[in-house]
């Protein structure tokens, strides 16, 4: 299956603001709301971070948030700190694929 | 709290076989729909295998025919045989539960290195 589309890079200082674009589907990212965002630092293992396009689970700071708009779902990274230089990488429930979770390419997050 | 942790990775050569193990505590995977992710150096996440509760089998293309995933309820242990195993299998290899509720992998591991090469 295709993957999602994400920018490869995105930077920010600290402080700043920074959004990164999952583009999918009209059928998948359009379609519903399971889009979910993941961040994966050097070495380690992805973390869930937004869930249901803008929920995040329990101990996720309110830095972190998400948005969909048509077939574009978006996580805004608020108050930027070093801390959140990592890969950042969404995924969408899709009917086209037999494990009916679909991954973007993942964003690299450079804090300046 | 649960935890997912992976081991049996290793460097093999062209051709031969790994069992990777993931040893699950906090959830009992025989309950859950439980899968294999991995990701080769410098590349993204990609879909290997998946179990559902109700014990269907899912395979990536790249690797159906090669691999096998089961679970063992008595060591709540999920499994990922990999055989014939190519240069191309070279990554770390995540177990994650995988939510279908929500159509998310929620707990992860911590992965584990396979290195196919001569």
């Known amino acids: 299956q295709s993957a999602l589309t994400q920018p490869a890079s995105v930077s920010g200082s600290p402080g700043q603001s920074i959004t990164i674009s999952c583009t999918g589907p009209?059928?998948?990212?359009?379609?519903?709301?399971?889009v979910s965002w993941y961040r994966q630092h050097p070495g380690k293992a992805p973390k869930l971070m937004i869930y249901?396009?803008?929920n995040r689970p329990s101990g996720v700071s309110n830095r972190f948030s998400g948005s969909k708009s048509g077939n574009t779902a978006s996580l805004t990274i608020s108050g930027l700190q070093a801390e959140d230089e990592a890969d950042y990488y969404c995924?969408?429930?899709?009917?086209?694929?037999?494990?009916?979770?679909?991954f973007g390419g993942g964003t690299r997050l450079t804090v300046l | 709290e649960v935890q997912l942790v992976e081991s049996g990775g290793g460097l093999i050569q062209p051709g031969g076989s790994l069992r990777l193990s993931c040893a699950a505590s906090g959830l009992t995977v025989s309950r859950n729909y439980m899968s294999w992710v991995r990701q080769a150096p410098g590349k993204g996440l990609e879909w290997v295998s998946v179990i559902y509760s109700g014990g269907s089998t899912y395979y990536a293309d790249s690797v159906k025919g090669r691999f096998t995933i089961s679970g063992d309820n008595s060591k709540n242990t999920l499994y990922l045989q990999m055989n014939s195993l190519r240069a191309e299998d070279t990554a770390v290899y995540y177990c994650?539960?995988?939510?279908?509720?929500?159509?998310?992998?929620?707990?992860w591991g911590q992965g584990t290195l396979v290195t196919v090469s001569s």
């Open positions: 009209s059928s998948d990212v359009g379609a519903y709301n399971y």
């Open positions: 995924s969408s429930y899709t009917s086209s694929s037999t494990f009916r979770v679909v």
């Open positions: 994650a539960r995988v939510d279908y509720g929500d159509y998310l992998l929620d707990y």
């Open positions: 249901d396009v803008s």
